[in-house]
Structures are given as structure tokens and as C-alpha cells.
């Protein structure tokens, strides 16, 4: 692996662990405000950043590597209760994660990245919590065991007696050839009733085949509960009470050795550096395998007695996404030579002492065929990732900018598993984290105002993802204040876009989407955080880009919904090829709703507009020959109606012939032509015939939107709908 | 293409340069510009495009503009013969094919066979950097009259420039 690679490798990993902190800092910030702690989030979240501060130090990462160590301190002193968890120090966490994206993507845009400010934020919240110093005497709990219990589980241990939480006694015999797989099955039964708070093992029992376990649980279920639900494990479950009751009731001592082969550990030690595996002082020598980490044990089920093992837990692959597109490239050329081979087994097939071969020929280009699909199958899978992905940096976001504002979110997050082709939610992130901020800083109201208007003080902020067809369909939704309708109308009449006779014309709908305009704003409502130079325009932009539409609806006072609707890959797609005055179009499968024989008598023509009534509903036509300029138009000529079809538009496009639907590789045009309307790419149909691919986002968006404002009486409008 | 001409030792000031026709006119540009003459392939019109357009074409599965070199230099269009040939030339941002009416020979032009002229006058002008004139010493003695050998040089760099 060169050093570059395993640069790649780093900052893929890097990223991975980033998000998933990102996600338990949520998760905890959630926990926190309903009031409960969840120990194993923080745990998680330390393992997080020592896992980075880990990879950092490897490659020379040293700014990041500084920022986790104090992180790494500032956790440890919270998993031991020695600083507790309040909305600040989330704050400083938050920061962290922020502070580590940044030194890894080294944005040059963004502030640069105060270690000094960082680390005084970390000293600020890290003054030690007073300490409830409730002694563990009370409880018949051996010393021997006490001793040894590491800071972590002391605290664990505290908090549970504490809270008056029940302490249990457990002892079990696991096999050691077994003892992972027995202490998982162990977890996974007292898990819902009770935390683990400890296992010591002792040495006692079973000639080296078997060890004795004691672990020591809080649970606020009684005896006969935890018992039934530890199955046959629990049957050595005992209470564990004050001396001051029964202390005649403890299980007797001696089947619990004292741990004599482990080093015994000051409980008042600091925390040390190393991870939660290495802290646990208890493993003894004889121990089998890992079995302190939970992570780590499926490793050793295959070889017990090997402590270590170098193999990777994950069975994925990171792979740079160039790869997937050269790959998909060459399946374009394949499937180009696929018809070559076709087109020589009809020549061929003119032969008839040929005929034998022809069939053989014909068998063999069907199983090609078939692989070929579903080696392309394979590419797009592999492309697609979970909507999660961005939706996960966006509640960062969130949190960020409610707080800035005073305002209080929730962020409700469905449909976080819908899959999008990896570039496809890169390009999103922008889009998305512009209309996110315009919710929050437009859309939600303070707590106050909320309040006023009879709402739950809390915004709710909804990102819904779902397929639908060959197609993805993300809401954001809030419950904010809404658009107001004669604001917008105000805008544009001020600002010179239209006259109010002709904005009463207008349906509200039209009037929302004025929103789209370049240079669009209602002055008065434009802050700091939404107004960093991008508008709706270049969201809408951006979403056109990815064949993609927008929609938006909006109540005035009860809140604001976008609809952003689009392609799940823009790799490879299945196209209907037509011809317009001879020459070849593509048009994405996905945008037909259906193709029909264009009757000339059909056509009725509405507000200076040639329109036909399909299926008892109007749908407007654009000639394809007449808007590309294409020689004289022949009225005379059969010709079909191509009803294509985004969100919930709909726009006939009549061409001449129809050839049939094809897998085609958009190729991207070169940026001499980037401004060249209604075109999404080229595609390669072999035999030196190049096809354009309709962009039919952008024409509904063209065609559609003209007649929309030529409607409304307004031309400049309509230009700049065209060159947005 | 480079591949045929011989590597030399020759002074910086000695160019190659590629003739071609357009409408009668002999022009070149400079040999290390053009990557690849091709002859020209069906050419896909893309509507809307700039006037100077011809259309795109696939090089190897990738998608190239074409630009019509008659156009762009403001001279009448006329449909491609059988001898007409599409040059790929590199703009900096992707590779353009310009269309030329025919590709002539490699010319190796010394010093005083070049005249940094701005003879040429109006929106040529952009484009020109000079005039060629292959064996000028040895025409000298025959008829120096002759319009037969005068190169129109173009700068790659600006022809190109206005595309992107």
C-alpha cells in the first residue's frame, strides 16, 4: 500500500469514526434532555475518539491528535462520573467533532481551527464534579472484589447504589472453549433488565475446562425476574444487601476465591490513557481470548487461547468512487459490444449453411447479456449508501444552529435507510443544509413566539426520505411560521419582477415559487446564517444538476414542506431512444410515463399552447423538432407524444419515431457546452452514433415555467427561470 | 502524429507547424498543439449550442465537441468534404475538434520564415500570430510573388479561448 493509499485509508477511517461520534453525541444530547444517562453511550463515544487519537498519532495528524487527547480526558473524567454530562459540556463535544472535521478536511473556507480557545473550552467544563462519597462499606460486598474493580466500574457501581438500584450477585460456570459466546448470550439476557456492573473470574473451579464467574448487576427488578430472565443461567443469582439487613443471606464467601493472580488496584488511581480493553485489570493469564471487550468477541470464537488476533472484525472494503465510475465505463463499452456482436449474428444469420452457428452465437450472446446485466447491477449496488450518511451531518447541524438562534428543534428522522447512489448524496449535502438553515433561521419561531401562537414551545424539524419508482423522494419539513403569500407578492412587485395585476393572476403556488428566483429574498426576513450568498436559486440549481425537482408548499403560520424528488444513480439508465427529424434523442425511462400515438385532431390549443387530453387531463406539448430548431416541421407525419413526468408535472414531448428502450452511460458534455439547455449528457450507441440524453428536470423546469409566467404577462420572469 | 517527425537538436525559434486548408487559405497551428487528426466522424448536432458549434462526437467513448474552424473565423460554412478532418486540440480544459477542410503537411519553419505580422486586421486578429513562409529563401529566387506557401499561424490558446 503506497503512502497515499493509506493516507486515503486514514481519512476514510477517520471520517467513518467522526460520523458514528457525530450520531452517539446526538443520541446522548437526546438521552440527556429526557432526563437519562446511558453510561454505554459514553463509553462508546470515548472509544470513539481514543480510536482516533490512535490513528492520528499513526499519521502524523497532530493538531487532531492534540484535540482528541484532551477530549479523550474530558470522557474518561464522565464515564467516571468525575465531571457530569449537562447541555455545555455536549456543547464542548459537539465542538470537538466539528473541530475534527475541519483539521481533517483542512477547509480553507471555514475559521481556522483555536486549539488554545479548544482546549480552554475542555478545562472549563472539566472541573471536577463534587463527589457523592457514599461508602461501599454498607454493602456485603467482599474486599477482594472491591479492590479490584476499576475506577469505571466503581463509579458505575456508586451511581446504581446511589439511584437505589438493587445489587445482584451472579455466579456462573462457562465453559472455556465457549466462555465468548456464553458471556454475549449472558449480556444479551440481562440487558433488558439489568447493567452488568462487573465479572471477576476466580480460579477455583473445573480442572481447567470450566471457569467461575461471579459478575456483580444493578437491576431494579426483583430476585425472581432477573432469575427468569438469566434462564438457566441465573440460577445462582443472589441479592446483594446492606450489612444492616441479612447479611446471613450472602452466598458463601469461600465459593468466591479472592482473585488472588490479579494485581490488585488503588480505586483512587487516575484514569489512564490506554482504552477501556487494555483497563480492565482483572483478565487473568489463564483467561481465553479478549473477553473484556465486548467488540472484540466474535474475534476469538474461532480460536480460543489466542489472545490476539490480527484479523479484521469488518468484512467491507472502502473503494474511491473513480473506481466504480471506471468500472461502470467499461460496462458501457461491453454493452456496446454486446450489439456489435448482435449486428454480426444478423449478418451471419443471411447465410444458411451458417445457421447452426448463428444459434450457438445467439445462446452465447444471451448469457453474456445476462451477466452483463447483472454485473451492472452490481456496480449501481454497491454505489448506493443509506440517506443517513448526510442526514446525520445535517443533526449536527441543527443542533448548531438552534442553539445559535435560541430556538428549540427536534429533528424527526424517517426513511433514513432509502438508498441514493453515493455522488448523488454528496451533491445533496449543500442543497440540504441550505434549506435546513432556512428552516431554522425563517421557518421556526422562538420558544416564546411559539407559545404565543399555541404551539408546543419545541419546533419540529422533519427530514423524510422514501423511494417511489426508480426515484428517491426527500421532505423537510418544519412548523414554523410558513411563507406568507402577500409578503412574496410585496417582494417581487418591489423589486420591479412583476406588476400586482399580474401578480394577483398568480396561484399561490406560483407565488411560492418565486422563491427559486435568483436574487429572490424578502429583504426583511434575510439573516446572517441563510443569506451566505446562496439562495434558493442555486439549491434549485443544484437539485436540476442531479435530474432532480423541487417543490415547496407552505402555510402561512403553520409551517413549511419541500419535496425534493430524484434519480436513485445517474450512472447508467435505461432510456427510451426516439428520433426527432432523423436524428437520435434519449430519454430517461425513469421521467416517461408513457409513450402515445399523437392524432392530429387531438390537439386543441389553450392560451396560445398546443395541449392533448390524456386520460381526462390536460398535458401540455413541446415539439421537440420545433424547440431544437430542427428543419420544417411535417404536420403530416405520424408522430408520438412521449408523456414525461417529474414530482407532479407532467409535459408531452412529441417526436417522430419511437426505437425502443435501451441501457445507456451518460457521458457528461464538455464544458464548452455546460450552458447548453435541456441536455443532461451524451450517450454512446455504438457504430459511431452519438445520442443526446434529454435532461427532462431541466426541460419540464424550462417549458413549464415559461408558460407558467408567459401566463402571468411577465417575460423577464421567464428569462430568468431559463438561465437559472 | 508527433511520432513522424524526427526529434532534433533545433533551436527553440524553429517551429513545427501543421498546414490545412479553409476556404482557400492555407493556415497552421503549431504541430505540438494537435493530438490526434481525425478523419471526421458522424458529427451529433447538439441544438441550442453556439453558433460555432458543429456538434459532439465519441473519441474512444468520450464525448468531444466539435467546433466548425470555418465559423470561428468568421468564413462562410460549407458542408464537410470526403478530404475534411477533425483536429483534436487541447483547450486546457477538455479536448475540442476543430473541423478543417483539408489537413495539408508538417512544415518546419525557421526563424526568417516567420513574419510576426499584424497584417491581418479585424477579429482574425485575435488569432493570428503571424505569417509563415516555408522555403521563403528558396522561393526568393524563383518568384518571390508567389502567395502559394504563406501560412496563416494561429495561437491555439486564443482560438480556443471564447469556447470555455
Known amino acids: ?123 472549563l467544563v472539566q472541573a471536577p464534579a463534587p463527589l457523592a462519597r457514599e461508602t461501599l462499606e454498607d454493602y456485603a460486598l467482599d474486599s477482594s472484589v472491591l479492590s479490584v474493580l476499576t475506577e469505571y466500574e466503581e463509579h458505575r457501581l456508586r451511581t446504581n447504589i446511589e439511584q437505589g438500584v438493587t445489587l445482584f450477585r451472579l455466579l456462573v460456570r462457562f465453559s472455556l472453549a465457549t466462555i465468548d459466546s456464553s458471556l454475549e448470550e449472558l449480556k444479551t439476557r440481562a440487558k433488558p433488565l439489568a447493567e452488568i456492573i462487573t465479572y471477576l473470574p476466580s480460579m ?67 484514569p489512564p490513557g490506554p482504552p477501556i480493553a487494555s483497563e480492565r485489570p482483572h483478565a487473568p493469564t489463564s483467561a481465553p481470548g479478549p473477553m473484556d471487550e465486548e467488540d ?27 473506481k466504480l465510475d471506471h468500472l461502470m465505463n467499461v460496462v458501457g463499452e461491453l454493452a456496446l459490444v454486446r450489439s456489435a456482436l448482435g449486428n454480426l449474428r444478423e449478418k451471419l444469420r443471411q447465410h444458411a449453411d451458417e445457421r447452426e452457428i448463428t444459434r450457438e452465437l445467439h445462446r452465447v ?23 443517513g450518511q448526510v442526514f446525520d451531518k445535517l443533526a449536527r447541524i441543527i443542533r448548531q444552529v438552534a442553539r445559535e438562534h435560541e430556538k428549540e428543534v427536534q429533528l424527526v428522522v424517517t426513511g433514513a435507510e432509502t438508498e441514493v447512489d453515493k455522488l448523488i448524496v454528496e451533491e445533496l449535502s449543500d442543497p440540504l443544509m441550505h434549506i435546513i438553515r432556512n428552516a431554522i433561521d425563517h421557518g421556526i419561531e422562538s420558544p416564546k413566539m411559539r407559545e404565543l401562537g399555541g404551539k408546543p414551545a419545541l419546533g419540529t424539524l422533519a427530514l423524510n426520505a422514501y423511494p417511489k419508482g426508480s426515484h428517491v423522494v426527500i421532505e423537510i419539513e418544519d412548523d414554523g411560521a410558513g411563507m406568507s403569500i402577500e409578503r412574496l407578492v410585496e417582494t417581487a412587485v418591489r423589486r420591479g419582477l412583476m406588476s400586482h395585476a399580474e401578480a394577483e393572476e398568480l396561484t399561490n403556488e406560483e407565488v411560492l415559487a418565486l422563491i427559486f428566483l435568483p436574487g429572490f429574498t424578502t429583504r426583511s426576513a434575510i439573516t446572517d446564517i441563510s443569506g451566505r450568498g446562496v439562495g434558493m436559486d442555486v439549491v434549485k440549481t443544484n437539485i436540476s444538476r442531479l ?41 430517461p425511462i425513469t421521467a416517461v410515463q408513457e409513450a402515445i400515438l399523437l392524432v392530429p385532431t387531438m390537439v386543441r390549443t389553450v392560451e396560445g399552447r398546443e395541449v392533448v387530453t390524456v386520460r381526462d387531463t390536460t398535458l401540455p406539448l413541446c415539439r421537440l423538432d420545433e424547440l431544437f430548431g430542427l428543419g420544417t416541421p411535417n404536420r403530416k407525419k405520424r408522430s408520438f407524444v412521449v408523456v414525461t413526468a417529474l414530482a407532479n408535472r407532467r409535459l408531452g414531448l412529441v417526436v417522430d419515431e ?34 443526446l440524453v434529454l435532461d427532462a428536470a431541466g426541460l419540464l423546469e424550462e417549458l413549464l415555467a415559461t408558460t407558467e409566467w408567459r401566463r402571468a404577462g411577465d417575460a423577464r420572469l421567464a428569462e430568468g427561470v431559463r438561465h437559472d | 502524429m508527433p511520432a513522424e517527425i524526427e526529434p532534433e537538436n533545433a533551436p527553440q525559434s524553429v517551429r513545427d507547424v501543421l498546414s490545412f486548408t479553409l476556404a482557400d487559405e492555407t493556415y497552421a497551428l503549431p504541430l505540438e498543439s494537435i493530438h490526434e487528426i481525425l478523419k471526421t466522424p458522424p458529427i451529433t448536432p447538439v441544438p441550442r449550442a453556439p453558433a460555432d458549434v458543429l456538434g459532439i462526437i465519441s473519441v474512444r467513448g468520450r464525448i468531444t465537441t466539435v467546433l466548425d474552424l470555418r465559423l470561428r473565423l468568421h468564413l462562410a460554412h460549407e458542408p464537410a468534404s470526403a478530404r475534411a478532418r477533425v483536429l483534436l486540440v487541447d483547450s486546457g480544459v477538455e479536448l475540442l475538434g476543430l473541423l478543417v ?49 504563406l501560412l496563416i499561424l494561429l495561437d491555439p490558446a486564443a482560438l480556443l479561448r471564447r469556447v470555455v
Do not use: C, W
Not at chain 1, 445476462?370 to 440517506?387: K, N, T
Not at chain 1, 425537482?549 to 427510451?576: F, N, R, Y
Not at chain 2, 491581418?120 to 506557401?149: H, K, N
Open chain 1, 365 to 387: 450472446g444471451r448469457t453474456f447479456e445476462r451477466h452483463l446485466s447483472e454485473l451492472q447491477d452490481g456496480i449501481l449496488d454497491v454505489r448506493m449508501v443509506p440517506l
Open chain 1, 296 to 322: 472484540a468477541a466474535p474475534l476469538a470464537k474461532d480460536a480460543p487461547g489466542d489472545p490476539l488476533s490480527l484479523r479484521s472484525v469488518a468484512s467491507t472494503v472502502r473503494v474511491d468512487i473513480r
Open chain 1, 1 to 123: 500500500m503506497s503512502e497515499g493509499d493509506a493516507r486515503e485509508e486514514f481519512l476514510a477511517e477517520a471520517q467513518e469514526i467522526i460520523e458514528g461520534l457525530s450520531r452517539d453525541l446526538l443520541l446522548l444530547d437526546q438521552a440527556d434532555k429526557e432526563g437519562r444517562d446511558d453510561p454505554e453511550l459514553i463509553n462508546e463515544v470515548f472509544r470513539g475518539v481514543h480510536t482516533l487519537k490512535g490513528i492520528a498519532g499513526m499519521f502524523g495528524y497532530h493538531q487532531l491528535g492534540a484535540v482528541t487527547h484532551a477530549l479523550e480526558d474530558l470522557l474518561d473524567d464522565l464515564r467516571l462520573g468525575r465531571v457530569s454530562l449537562t447541555q455545555n459540556v455536549l456543547d464542548v463535544l459537539f465542538e470537538g467533532v466539528e473541530n475534527f472535521q475541519r483539521l481533517l478536511t483542512e477547509d480553507p473556507d471555514g475559521p481556522p481551527v483555536d486549539l488554545e480557545a479548544y482546549a480552554a473550552a475542555i478545562d
Open chain 2, 101 to 149: 477542410d483539408a489537413v495539408q503537411q508538417v512544415h518546419r519553419l525557421n526563424p526568417d520564415e516567420v513574419e510576426l505580422s499584424n497584417m491581418v486586421s479585424g477579429e482574425l486578429a485575435d488569432y493570428v500570430v503571424g505569417i509563415g513562409r516555408p522555403g521563403a529563401r528558396r522561393m526568393a529566387e524563383r518568384d518571390a510573388t508567389s502567395t502559394e506557401e
Open chain 1, 204 to 270: 477455583g473451579g473445573g480442572g481447567g475446562e470450566d471457569i467461575d464467574l461471579e459478575v456483580l448487576l444493578a437491576s431494579r427488578a426483583s430476585l425472581g425476574e432477573l432469575r427468569s430472565a438469566l434462564g438457566s443461567q441465573g440460577e445462582q443469582l443472589s441479592e446483594v444487601r446492606r450489612h444492616t439487613t441479612a447479611p446471613s443471606q450472602l452466598p458463601p464467601a469461600p465459593s468466591i476465591p479472592a482473585v488472588a493472580s490479579v494485581p490488585s488496584r488503588p480505586t483512587s488511581a487516575p
Open chain 1, 658 to 691: 419511437l426505437e425502443g428502450q435501451q441501457d445507456i452511460v451518460i457521458k457528461a458534455l464538455g464544458r464548452s457546452l455546460s450552458r447548453v439547455p435541456g441536455f443532461s449528457g451524451a450517450t454512446d450507441l455504438g457504430d459511431e452514433r452519438v445520442a
Open chain 1, 547 to 587: 435530474g432532480g425537482i423541487i417543490d415547496i408548499h407552505s402555510e402561512h403560520g403553520s409551517g413549511t414542506k419541500l419535496t425534493i424528488t430524484l434519480p436513485v444513480t445517474l450512472a447508467i439508465i435505461s432510456a427510451l431512444l426516439v428520433r426527432v427529424a432523423g436524428r437520435p434523442f434519449a430519454i
